[in-house]
């Protein structure tokens, strides 16, 4: 379909020509923006290619483009996640709930007009709810920056324009949850509770933190997700991963994953809780501006062997359910997060972390980032409305 609102014309992603203009445009409307890091274009065209992104073997995407006499000023996916609409209403997603994500617009006219016909391809589609943004799973980059405006993301968050939250709240969009991180300066010791708590930890006998081997890696990362699946399973807009989405993310995340920043914490024999810590791979990156010809791939490849990095980010952890209400979890967090600590200024000079996302109900996680005396710097919004 395509939808015309005065020189406006917006039209699916069609073409191989279509879908490169959709990944471009990224790049032309955010180059003056300081904070932003630009992807690199191939994984940014991978992520929006069905056959190459496993979500699209659980979801249907209409990729759109915005037009004004003949020229690309704005792009939207809407998107509905098959697994999510499964998940219960009470956890976010659930029945009748679509998306729409990866929003790109020269204005707000624009903007409207996109997020209008993503509004409407959901209706067509039986949905009667909107979450956004989520670009394009809830895994990948979700919400809209709220807050932290004035410095880049970490690896793998998101960084939008100011402007879009005020676009997307004029439409009638309410937040439905936000999403925080947390920094805090990891030269500096740990108070001294902390400390004590992780102290009576290493006396346990009944508990072992290790680093996952990287020699079989494949198996770690199945453990890793298995955990997450429990651990997580209760949470507002978790969905699980699929086998292929866990073989792509272990494909991804392999050449920065240091065996010394992963920690699996075992109680009585058992694996039951584990921390992902990454090397900031966006501070490599950014200067490349997408590209890895014709020398960004030595640069990349030379990092990827040394990294030496000034943040690391703890994407995930997670403690099975059976402990989450015990002290034992927060005693294995800070064990891992202590632990972590110490490799990450020892053998890769780091300086500063970063921890997150998570969400602003999430007490135990919330209070663990504050018991460490971090401060949240970034804050992502996710909004829904009524269709």
Known sequence: ???????????????????????????????GDPAWVPPLRMEALELVTPGKNPFFDHADVELMLARRQGRVVGRISAHIDHLAIGQPPQQGMGPGTGNWGLLEAEDEGV??????????????????????PLSMSVWEEPGQLTK??????????????????????????????????????ITQDFPPLIQRIVQSGEKNAKIRIRNVD????????????????????D?????????????YAGKKFKPIVREDLIMVAEYEGQPVAFMMTLPDLNEAIKPLNGKLLPFGWAKLLAWLRKPRVRTMRVPLMGVVKQYQSSR????????????????????????????????????????????????????????EKAL
């Open 1 to 31: 379909m395509i939808v015309a609102e005065q020189d406006l014309f917006i039209t699916p992603v069609v073409t191989k020509a279509d879908r490169a203009a959709f990944v471009d445009l990224a790049y032309r409307l955010n180059a």
């Open 328 to 383: 034992l979890a927060s005693q294995l967090a800070f064990m891992m997060i202590e632990y972590i600590r110490r490799n990450a200024i020892s053998r890769y000079g780091a300086t500063r972390g970063e921890i997150g996302w998570i969400l602003d109900d999430n007490q135990g996680m919330n209070a663990i980032a504050q018991a460490i005396e971090s401060h949240v710097n970034r804050e992502y919004t996710i909004y």
């Open 148 to 185: 932290g405006f004035d410095h880049s993301p970490t690896v793998m968050m998101g960084h939008q324009p100011e402007r879009y939250q005020h676009y997307i709240e004029a439409l009638g969009y309410t937040p439905a949850k936000v999403l925080k991180t947390y920094e805090l300066d």
């Open 214 to 233: 990287k020699s079989r890696f494949d198996q770690e990362a199945a453990l890793i997700l298995h955990i997450l699946n429990d651990a997580w399973s």
């Open 235 to 247: 949470n507002w807009g978790f969905v699980p991963f699929t086998d292929r989405e866990i073989a």
């Open 111 to 132: 903007a409207r007009a996109l997020i209008s016909r993503a509004e409407q391809w959901l209706r067509q589609q039986g949905m009667t709810r909107v979450l956004a």
